[in-house]
């Protein structure tokens, strides 16, 4: 996978809190067409240091149009993806711009400069995926607990890790059941309200074990980062339709969705079985 760095200027900060409330991010530069699932997304503040370690949860995309892209003066954005949050320090990690452009690749005397938009190389992105240090060890236990649940022995030579993520993305691609849902909750996340459709994904409330999985009330419409924290079970969904999040993500930019009601789907035939998200509030062991 390739690493890719976005950058933001001081004073524009709310440009990240945007992206982070639609879990998207948009370049104006035309390297962004290259973005690819997967990929790994790094963001530089000027002068202060590194921002964020992000994941691409989609390919990138022509936006339709102005309205499908969050940020103040929209027409700039040549291309938008989805990211998931890997590391969101409280205050950028501090490095001079030279030490960052030269362990990023890019060369000692070069800068990271607003709407460039640079690849990186292999050995570059580790290197800078390194100064956010591991991620957090409940994720690491979660994705554990999802191979061990499925039944999979994964082998010594693969990242368990990766195996898990990709193993999540398969079970996403059921077209059919996805366009129900999204019909049924008006095109929003019934969590965060997003509206960012190439973010939405249907997610299974009792796990995916083929076709008769996809009936209507098994189903909430997610947005791309909340639907691997569902799987993950570090967010569930209450019998009533109340958000919970567990105790290690408080602080995290999700504390805002715990006890908050999800969006009621429009057609009563998708409203989530009450006995199905009884089943998944059992299998989150944090919760009270």
Partial sequence: MTGWIGAIAVGTESNWDIAKANSLWGTPSGSGARVRRGDDLFLWKSTEGWLAHC???????????????????????????????????????????AD?????????????????FPALEDAATAAVAEVFGPPASTVEQALADFLRAAGI?????????????????????????RQGLLRAFDRTCCISGSRVEATLEAAHIRPYRGTGSHVAG?????????????????????????????????????????ERQIRRPIDAGHVPLREALAEHNSLCGWLD
Avoid: K
């Fill in 153 to 177: 022995d994964v082998p010594p030579t693969v990242d368990e890790r990766d195996y898990a993520q990709r193993l999540i993305a398969v079970r996403r691609g059921q077209q059919a059941f």
């Fill in 218 to 258: 098994n189903g909430l419409l997610l947005r791309a980062d909340l639907h691997t924290l569902f799987d993950l079970r570090l967010v569930t969904v209450l019998p009533y339709g109340t958000v919970r999040v567990p105790p290690d993500l408080h602080g995290s930019e999700y504390e805002e969705f715990d």
């Fill in 55 to 97: 994941r691409a949860t989609t390919d990138a995309y022509v936006p339709h149009g102005v309205t499908d892209v969050p940020w103040p003066e929209p027409e700039r954005y040549r291309y938008l993806f989805g990211i998931d949050v890997l590391s969101d320090p409280p205050t950028p990690i501090a490095m001079a711009g």
């Fill in 100 to 116: 960052a452009a030269e362990l990023a690749g890019l060369g000692r005397r070069s800068t990271i400069r607003l709407g460039q």
